[in-house]
């Protein structure tokens, strides 16, 4: 995953200079780089549409709201800038006998500090230096509220983006990947030859997900284009028993 330890205000205004929010509005949902992605928080923070007003701090740079900016104190992997979620969390329980984490690791505890609706989304640890608003911590369940079930007409769809805290009708994640425990899963060879990754031999959020491109949605590392990214693991096709499944 690339490390952004670059994102001072001036790079990304430079990024920004011939792209206004509404033309990176317009490349949304697909854009290939993450200032044209709904990743990019600045879009809907600078939305001055009267239910937009006050829900997102406008920090002025794209990699803040995950990764920290320059003088920080923060160390680890990626900066990374989020508060860690503190769950619990309900794991997913459908039989499978791959062993299981009790709770959430790696990035797919990242991904969760926005997408399980506990933290705000501007809830970062370092704000950089030259902001000086409000944090309004509106989480994104308030996005998968209003921008669901093609409401409102014309914006984004964000249903399902939303998991809760309870992932039990959620992909398995923090599961060790081990096609000998259940039948119907080919070698973690084939998988990472397909194109996904495993994280110290597990499936984690970002297995199947590149949080930096909507090259292809959402936020897919391969298409999923006739199940197609679903059959790298799985020698059949899967059950749609999950909410987790596009």
Not at 36 to 48: E, G, M, S, V
Not at 167 to 186: C, E
């Amino acid at each position: 995953m690339p490390r952004f330890t670059s994102c001072s205000g001036s790079l990304f205004l430079a990024i920004l200079a011939g792209a206004t929010p509404t033309s990176l509005r317009a490349q949304w949902p697909n854009g290939l780089s993450i200032q044209a992605t709904p990743h990019n928080l600045t879009i809907p923070a600078q939305n001055t549409d009267k239910d937009m007003i006050e829900r997102i701090a406008n920090y002025g740079e794209i990699c803040v709201y995950c990764h920290s900016p320059h003088g920080t104190t923060l160390q680890g992997e990626q900066l990374w800038n989020r508060p860690t979620p503190s769950g619990p969390y309900r794991m997913y329980d459908g039989g499978t006998a791959m062993p299981m984490d009790a709770q959430p690791t790696g990035n797919s505890l990242r991904c969760l500090s926005c997408h399980d609706g506990t933290i705000g989304l501007d809830g970062v640890i370092d704000s950089p230096n030259s902001f000086q608003g409000i944090r309004w911590g509106e989480s994104i369940e308030r996005c998968d509220n209003c921008h669901s079930g093609g409401n409102p007409p014309g914006g984004i769809d964000w249903e399902g983006v939303w998991f809760d805290t309870d992932l039990r009708k959620q992909h398995p994640i923090s599961i060790l990947y081990d096609p000998l425990a259940t039948p119907g899963f080919r070698t973690a060879v084939e998988v990472e030859a397909a194109g996904l990754r495993l994280f110290s031999g597990k499936v984690q959020c970002m297995t199947c997900h590149e949080p930096h491109s909507q090259q292809f949605r959402p936020f897919l590392r391969i298409s999923n284009a006739n199940r197609q990214l679903c059959l790298v693991c799985h020698t059949s096709n899967p059950s749609e028993s999950t909410a987790h499944f596009w």
